[in-house]
């Protein structure tokens, strides 16, 4: 399973764009990129998944170059809600059911 | 539309007692089903993962054991628990390996 390494925390302010990277270097070919949102005493939720280039939906963007050693999760205008921590994975498909494995996260905290 | 059910939310325990946790999927079937433990402050460890009735893969050596005697119940349990249980216990769904994880409220243990 690919390794992956995401700042442990990042402060931003109301109203702005967060942007929160994540390395994968020895990522599969068949390997997507997802990102979880996970509150306090709360399971994690889905917000994103994406295979290359961009990818958006009424929440988050997610950027990924094309070497696709790395990804970007954005979020527009964040507000105080979007305080939680936020793990990348990466993980294929195969036939097993193993394969996303959660790393430590990136604690963002949004300030008013 | 898919539900998660997990209980109980919270649970306090003597060293050496045993343990059950349940968790049910609703409106769907033959889902991957999973448990992870999340420790404070710590990323999500998977435990056990499921792909159909009887099936039971394990990802750590540890003192506790799943079963899934049902295609939508997955069951953690230990016959003796020890301090190094306590935890944020989750378990989560997914229909495919393509498909993001749906995770239930989980439950935190505390053993004392």
């Known amino acids: 399973l690919a390794k992956t390494t995401q700042p442990i925390s990042m402060d931003s302010y109301e109203g702005q764009e967060v942007n929160i990277t994540c390395s994968h270097n020895?990522?599969?070919?068949?390997?997507?990129i997802t990102w979880y949102q996970q509150f306090p005493s709360q399971g994690p939720r889905f917000i994103i998944q994406?295979?290359?280039t961009k990818v958006t939906n009424e929440v988050a963007s997610l950027f990924i170059p094309a070497d696709r050693k790395s990804s970007t999760l954005s979020l527009p205008r964040v507000s105080l809600s979007d305080t939680a921590v936020y793990y990348c994975?990466?993980?294929?498909?195969?036939?097993?059911?193993?394969?996303?494995?959660f790393g430590s996260g990136t604690q963002l905290t949004v300030l008013p | 539309s898919q539900t998660i059910h997990q209980w109980p939310a919270t649970l306090v325990q003597p060293v050496g007692s045993p343990l059950s946790l349940e968790c049910t999927v609703e409106?769907?079937?033959?889902?991957?089903l999973y448990w992870y433990r999340q420790a404070a402050g710590r990323g999500l460890q998977l435990l056990f993962y499921?792909?159909?009735?009887?099936?039971i893969s394990s990802e750590v050596p540890q003192n506790l054991s799943a079963s899934r005697p049902q295609d939508r119940q997955f069951i953690l349990s230990s016959k003796k628990l020890l301090l190094s249980d306590s935890g944020f216990y989750l378990c989560?769904?997914?229909?495919?390996?393509?498909?993001?994880?749906?995770f239930g409220s989980g439950t935190r243990l505390t053993v004392v």
């Open positions: 994406g295979y290359k």
């Open positions: 499921s792909v159909g009735i009887g099936q």
């Open positions: 994975l990466v993980g294929g498909y195969g036939g097993s059911a193993r394969q996303l494995t």
């Open positions: 409106g769907t079937s033959n889902p991957n």
């Open positions: 989560a769904w997914r229909k495919g390996v393509l498909d993001g994880y749906t």
């Open positions: 020895n990522i599969a070919t068949n390997d997507y």
